[in-house]
């Protein structure tokens, strides 16, 4: 299935025409002027959005599409009609048709509908994605118990030198806390002393000015998740939909980040407005947890890729999902392996040693930790999870951490 394909149907030759010109740069377009071979060259080659003439001799518009939904698929429709009765509208809203279009139509309007119908469709697949997944995610679960289990069982010398090998990574690679020693030393060494002042090459003290500064950020870092574990953040309840609305102004302040490798990130839609259910948020900390999650999808997707946030509403909490595709050549291409599904939220723990200096995130393996410590204060879940990007037909994994937040009962 082509992500871009269109089908269009309308048994107005010229209409045909004039669509498919307004429409042709962005989109592979299908078209035909019969309702009886509407279904046929649907069924042949399946598209994500289908634009429906609602009055057309033998079948109408409407009729097509309940014979595409009754053969198992589930398009996003438009309906182009010249008919303003809002019975009949609503009427094909209640049937399943996504938007309907008036004749005569700005060509404007056409192409920012299209573009949004085919902006649901993708994410609807992603979503159908992760509900198949579900009982993969819970064997995952199963598996890291017994991981855990094996893990215990394991000299304990062997465990203890990996996180050592990490915490020595993070700390001492390049800069930090394991050249001040060193730089220090070498200050003391080349430095000549005058009176009461040391005489010093700028170049040095530039370099000990730099690496008081990573040391002091790792400082402020370790302390700050301190305080998240053993304090309970003051928190207010929020309704679903402000929540969007605060996680919308988040994705607002990373445009200058989307713009670094050109990454897209992909909000699905506020259909929450009306919903009285609550959940208690502290809003300064789980901006925190959420731009820290933003940064890490922009930094290790590929280029030129879309990030996605989706939502569900379960029982008893509400479950956000940011999904990214892995750059390629990496060690996550295929996604994070299942031992590592958990371990990556210990603290130090690094699966990549690159450094992105170009994104604010909290590196020494810390960052996900945090965003961990976070989530926990407010009685929620993270997990991660590889999800299968069959929407593009590429063999490729999309990564996706979910969390999850009880509501305020």
Known sequence: MKMNKLLIVDDDAIMLEVLKGTLSK????????????????????????????????????????????????????????????IKTVVELFKIGVHDYIVKPFNSLELTNRVDKAFEIAELRIINENIQKEREVRIEHQLNWNLFKENLIKKDIDKTDSGLMANINSSLIQGAGLGTLAPLVQLIQNSSKQEGNHYIVEKELMDMLFENTQFSNKLIFIIGDIDYVINNDLPKEAMTISQLYTLIESIVGNTSEYQQVRKNTIRLANNTFTGNTKKIKINEEYFKKAVEELL??????????????????????????????????????????????QNIIFEPFFRISRLVYEKYPTLDFGLGLCYVEKIIRNHKGNIRTVNLKNSHENTGRVLIDFNIELPFNV
């Open 295 to 340: 940064f890490n999808a922009l930094k290790f997707s590929e280029s030129e890729s879309k990030i996605y946030i989706l939502f569900e509403i379960a029982k008893d909490a509400f479950h956000i999902s940011i999904l990214n595709t892995p750059e390629r050549d990496t060690k996550v291409q295929n996604g994070i392996p299942p031992e590592y």
């Open 26 to 85: 962005q989109y592979d377009i299908v078209t035909t002027t019969t309702s009886k071979g509407a279904l046929g060259l649907f069924l042949s080659d399946p598209t994500l959005v289908v634009i429906l003439d609602l009055n057309m001799p033998e079948k109408s518009g409407k009729e097509i599409m309940l014979e595409i939904f009754a053969a198992g698929y589930k398009p996003i429709v438009i309906i182009l009609t010249g008919e303003t009765d």
